[in-house]
């Protein structure tokens, strides 16, 4: 149970670029730690349920539906010339790479392109 724990909880830092107080209960954090940990772990362990070039080489299954993609300009976890290949052979498809941004979804400038996406589609059925 420690490398779970351990991996979670040290990977936090290089998710943000945005440096945030600690807040919550101990025993929380390291629930969910060791939650997100086993999670990670068992995506790892069957390499994302994807074969290398997967997702591109599928591209023509999708290439029809709208899509946004949001990408942190310094995310280390999934470097953002990935986004970049994906946006280059998903006709249509929007790239919004966030200047001030990591990997987390929480990161303020991710969280208001997610949300202006989600909300230009809902009112629109469009995200142009």
Same mark, same amino acid.
């Given at each position: 149970m420690p490398q779970p724990k351990r991996g979670a909880s040290t990977k936090a830092? #290089?998710?943000?670029c945005a440096l945030k107080p600690r807040c919550g209960d101990q025993r929380?954090?390291?629930?969910? *730690? +060791?939650?997100?940990?086993? @999670?990670? *772990?068992? %995506?790892f362990r069957h390499q994302a349920f994807l074969h290398a070039g997967q997702l591109l080489q599928g591209m023509p299954r999708i290439a029809h539906l709208p899509g946004f993609i #949001?990408?942190?300009? %310094? !995310? +280390?976890?999934?470097?953002?010339? %990935? $986004?970049? $290949? @994906? $946006? !280059?052979?998903?006709?249509? +498809?929007?790239?919004?790479?966030?200047? !001030? *941004?990591?990997?987390?979804?929480?990161e303020p400038g991710i969280a208001a392109e997610l949300c202006w996406a989600t909300d230009r589609f809902a009112e629109t059925g469009r995200l142009d």
């Open positions: 830092p #290089v998710c943000t929380h954090r390291r629930g969910r *730690a +060791v939650s997100v940990g086993l @999670l990670e *772990a068992h %995506y #949001v990408h942190g300009r %310094y !995310d +280390v976890i999934c470097p953002v010339r %990935y $986004a970049h $290949a @994906l $946006a !280059d052979a998903w006709p249509g +498809v929007q790239l919004k790479v966030v200047a !001030d *941004a990591g990997h987390s979804s929480h």
